[in-house]
């Protein structure tokens, strides 16, 4: 296992998660779905994956979860934003454009 | 507030753990649940099928489930209750190891305990009471002229006035008295005589009465005394109207104005206090009665700078006076720890205090390094446990911190053991202590668990477990998952050891066996511990030390027990006394002697080569530094009252002592042992001394007089079971010239335990300055003596048990184990056609190999050992014992090679080679 690449993984999948979250509360299936679906399947991430995710956000205090009864009547956990995780999410938002838009224009020059 | 949301997640998931898991697997199953419900609406697929696509997309459940425990933070923690199950699961699953180990490392912690609470007893000592760490003590040290503490009371008047930042100075002496209460009864009590600064520096309040006052010490002032508690109780029955009342102590009688409360007992351990009444002035320098001097640090000074005051008074005093001071040092020291002596100032001293401490935990890591290699044994059989754990994703640190976990639960219940012995040890030593000499230990001296000592046994079941628990997890954890995984199927063990550990199994048979002379003393003596033989009627004799207290003297003023006038007292004392003895009717004798019997000094004796002396004798003679053997004085009569008869030659007779002091009586050992057996009535002994005792005159001889034997008598009092005889050499005494002088009295009814007041009530009689201490019927003396080396023998016969218990396991676990790792080498050649013999024989022959080095090297190291402790393991049961030990080892050795050779030899060949 080589680390740099499990978190550069992790680094966008936080984002990911955050992005997935501003729009409504939702549970971890939900969330991989939502994500599946926005890329279009491009970002298939390991669905596992994402339950260390959120245990991460949820411990650095930027995402909130609860009990909640999920739309076919069945007990689920759902995450939701937090007021820093919303300003998180900007922040990071920011950053990554700034980081992408550097790398295109790199990638754009040679 | 990120934070606090955060906090409150972390929080839930580290103390909520069970929540925590619930809620994972909960979290997990919705959505592998939705994800199946997902596949099957959009795939058509089967519901089981759906479920299977479901688990592969989710990757690995346990894999992500061990992630997310790991990520909670504090997973140590859930590991460590978890791992502390599996330890005591552990505990019950090998009984063997467990009995083992908790009883090698318990030992272990009681002693490095009981060593570790004596050290910090007598290092960190404070006084019990408000600011008792600024009570100093300020002495004299005596150089070439006089003793140091003779010139205490001249200093005082110029400490007291010229030392800045010191306050309530005091000093005080003790004296020994007989305390005579108004009804009769007596008591041998030690007074101390102290100023009333004393009191003050303490600041307890009386509970009846005063305190003594400055003006009690004015000269012409009516004597009084306050009492303390214990005394309060016990010889007044705590009469509430003791104030007004008297007592007398020797020939003075006093009044009492106070009593104090229940654990004063300053300066020393004290519980009667006269004002000191001493005035420099009646003194010539360095002539004054020695006393100590005590006084308290004003705030703001401390002890450093009043000590370079002390030290300067002190040249200044010995430059005016060089005689009487030469080398004579002054110095002011803290109270509390002037008693022992240890200058804590000194870095070197603080360094080596610590090593003592830590050398103390020396035996329990020897010992926790033998549990580690048990341990290590079966970490082996439990390799493929670790793979499988490593494969599922636990950490190499979680592994060996569930081996700690499980090594801390041993430990802990070793330690709690070691606790309890080390408890039972301290209390057992501090009431030998007391016995001994309960007035002269301070009372702020108390051996206890302390809680610094808990903490060391703590730290010390923390230590145990990093040696049985984390060396050997490490050890395991060095290989790779692949290889440990493999050979799991193989069922041979992974582990390798090599020459070092074949190089270990000796070095262990050698260590126990070289322990064999001092296990087999302890045992052997133990086991045969039984009442002595008596050759002199034990039952019938009471023993005293008799003193004669001078008036204004203190306990150290040595130089006025001696002299003629005082010695002409005393001997004419001891006639009233033996003639008031002799008008009881239930006395029968009365005799002196200079020790009771079985407690007379050692002393170097040469024997003489005439009278048909061998050429052995004659090595001895000429060799002038003599053999150690026991020396008593003995008066006239002495074993007439004893009722012992001349074996050969006479008993002394009444002129010995004094027209004709160089003739001696030896005993019958004596003869065996340094004679032959050939006569010894004739023959020449020429006492040689104690050189340590070149300047005390009762020992004291100059080696030059040749002593003529004039009998034989028998060994006397006895010889105790497991202890060797002694030659025992008697010459006559007077009896003034021994102080104390031991009086034996021998009843002719009633039991010596029903006479002891009378006795002390007779002697003060006679004179109140003639004092008893330790009376004590010599039955009783002999059972306390036998008792402590009946102690003192368990303790050695515990210890080697231990020892030998562990090592025994110790064998069994590498020898089963080194067999174990050629299992597959022993299957391949019954596989190639080696008959059963052949093989069985191939690793009995290096098993037996290897017991035969160890214990051949082990019986050379046991030889010096004995020698150097002067153990005989060859007499006696040391005969039996010996031999019994090495087949034990040899039959330990060999039942752990054949068990595993059993198991190897019922391997089908196939199975052998399917492992290649």
Known sequence: MSRPATDALRGSLDLLVLKTLSLEPMHGWGISQRIQQISKGTLEVNQGSLYPALQRLEKSGLITSDWDTSDNNRRARYYKLTASGRRALGEELDSWRKFAAGLETVLRAT | ?916
């Open chain 2, 1 to 916: 507030m990120s934070w606090i949301d955060g906090a409150r997640a972390r929080l839930a998931l580290l103390f909520r753990r069970g929540a925590a898991e619930s809620r994972m697997h909960e979290e997990i199953r919705f959505h592998v649940e939705r994800e199946a419900e997902r596949i099957v609406r959009e795939n058509g697929v089967a519901p089981a099928e759906a479920r299977r696509r479901a688990l592969v997309a989710f990757g690995g459940v346990e894999k992500h489930k061990e992630e997310l425990r790991a990520a909670r933070g504090g997973s140590w923690l859930a590991g460590l209750s978890l791992d502390l199950k599996l330890g005591l699961r552990m505990l019950v699953k090998y009984p063997g190891l467990t009995i083992v180990g908790i009883v090698g490392m318990a030992v272990g912690v009681a002693i490095g305990a009981t060593g570790f609470a004596i050290i910090d007893t007598v290092v960190s000592t404070k006084l019990p009471f408000a600011s008792g760490d600024r009570v100093i003590g300020i002495q004299n040290l005596g150089g070439g002229g006089v003793e140091g503490r003779r010139l205490n009371l001249h200093d005082l008047a110029e400490w007291r006035t010229t030392l800045r930042g010191v306050e309530l100075f005091g000093a005080y002496r003790t004296l020994d008295r007989n305390l005579i209460t108004a009804n009769g009864a007596v008591t041998p009590f030690r007074v101390v005589e102290m100023n009333a600064s004393g009191f003050q520096i303490v600041g307890a309040q009386p509970m009846l009465g005063r305190y003594l006052l400055p003006d009690d010490e004015r000269f012409g002032a009516p004597p009084v005394v306050v009492i303390g508690h214990k005394v309060w109780a016990r010889t007044f029955f705590s009469d509430s109207a003791i104030v007004g009342k008297t007592l007398k102590l020797g020939d003075t009688q006093y009044t009492i104005v106070g009593v104090m409360p229940r654990g004063f007992a300053f300066p020393i351990n004290n519980g009667v206090w006269a004002p000191l009444k001493l005035n420099a002035a009646d003194y010539a320098p360095g002539r004054a009665p020695a006393v100590d001097v005590f006084a308290k640090l004003a705030p703001g000074t401390n002890l450093k700078a009043v000590n370079a005051q002390v030290q300067a008074i002190g040249k200044r005093r010995a430059a005016a006076n060089p005689a009487e001071r030469e080398n004579a040092v002054s110095r002011a020291v803290s109270y509390a720890n002037s008693f022992f002596e240890i200058p804590l100032a000194n870095p070197k001293v603080r360094v080596g205090i610590s090593i003592a401490k830590m050398l103390m935990s020396l035996i329990l890591i020897v010992v926790g390094t033998n549990v580690a290699i048990l341990v290590y044994a079966r970490t082996a059989s439990r390799s493929g446990e670790i793979g499988i754990r490593t494969a599922l994703g636990a950490s190499r640190l979680r592994i060996v911190g569930q081996f700690f976990a499980e090594a801390l639960v041993l430990s802990c219940a070793a330690a709690a053991v070691g606790f309890v012995i080390a408890n039972f040890v301290l209390r057992y030593l501090m009431t030998l202590l007391d016995r001994a000499a309960g007035e002269q230990i301070p009372f702020w001296i108390t051996l206890h668990l302390s809680t610094n000592t808990v903490l060391y046994i703590a730290g010390l079941a923390v230590l145990a477990s990093v040696i049985v628990g984390v060396l050997p997890a490490m050890k395991a954890t060095q290989q790779q998952i692949t290889t440990t995984l493999q050979q799991l199927g193989t069922g041979g063990s992974g582990l390798r050891l090599g020459k070092v550990w074949n190089a270990l199994i000796v070095a262990q048979v050698a260590a126990t066996v070289s322990l064999m002379p001092i296990a087999v003393y302890g045992i052997g003596s133990w086991i045969l511990m039984r009442a002595p033989t008596q050759t002199i009627p034990v039952n019938e004799l009471l023993t005293a030390a008799l003193y004669l207290d001078r008036p204004g003297a203190g306990t150290d003023d040595f130089d006025s027990y001696a002299g003629d006038e005082f010695k002409a007292r005393f001997a004419s004392l001891q006639a009233d006394l033996v003639r008031a003895l002799r008008e009881e009717p239930s006395v029968a004798n009365v005799t002196f002697a200079n020790s009771p019997p079985g407690s007379e000094a050692q002393e170097r004796v040469a024997i003489d080569t005439i009278g048909g002396g061998t050429q052995t004798d004659s090595t001895r003679a000429a060799n002038s530094r003599g053999r150690w053997m026991l020396m008593g004085g003995v008066t006239p009569g002495h074993f007439e009252a004893l009722g012992v008869k001349p074996l050969s030659g006479r008993l002394f007779e009444a002129g010995d002592a004094i027209e004709r002091p160089y003739v001696a009586i030896v005993n019958r050992s004596f003869v065996r042992l340094e004679l032959g057996d050939s006569p010894a009535v004739g023959r020449l002994i020429r006492p040689l001394g104690r050189n340590e005792d070149r300047e005390d005159p009762r020992f004291y001889r100059d080696g030059t007089r040749w002593y003529e034997i004039v009998g034989v008598v028998p060994d006397i009092p006895y010889v105790a079971a497991g202890e060797d005889a002694r030659s025992r050499v008697y010459v006559p005494m007077r009896p003034e010239n021994a102080f104390p002088v031991t009086v034996m009295v021998r009843m002719r009814s009633g039991t010596p335990a029903a006479f002891v007041s009378r006795l002390r009530e007779i002697t003060a009689k006679v004179n109140p300055m003639l004092r008893l201490r330790a009376i004590e019927p010599l039955e009783q003396t002999l059972d306390t003596e036998a008792e402590l080396s009946r102690a003192l023998l368990l303790a050695v016969a515990v210890i080697a048990v231990a020892v030998l218990l562990l090592s025994a396991a110790g064998i069994y676990a590498l020898m089963s184990f080194t067999v174990t790792r050629r299992r597959r080498e022993i299957g391949i050649r019954a596989a190639l056609g080696a008959g059963a013999g052949v093989v069985v024989r191939g690793v009995l022959a290096r098993a037996t190999g290897q017991i035969a080095i160890g214990v051949a090297i082990g019986l050379l190291l046991a030889m010096p050992i004995g020698k150097v402790m002067s153990l005989h393991m060859f007499r006696g049961w040391g005969i039996v014992i010996l031999p019994a030990v090495v087949l034990l080892i040899t039959i330990v050795g060999l039942l752990a090679a054949a068990g595993p050779v059993r198991r190897v030899l019922q391997i089908q060949p196939t199975e052998a080679l399917r492992a290649e």
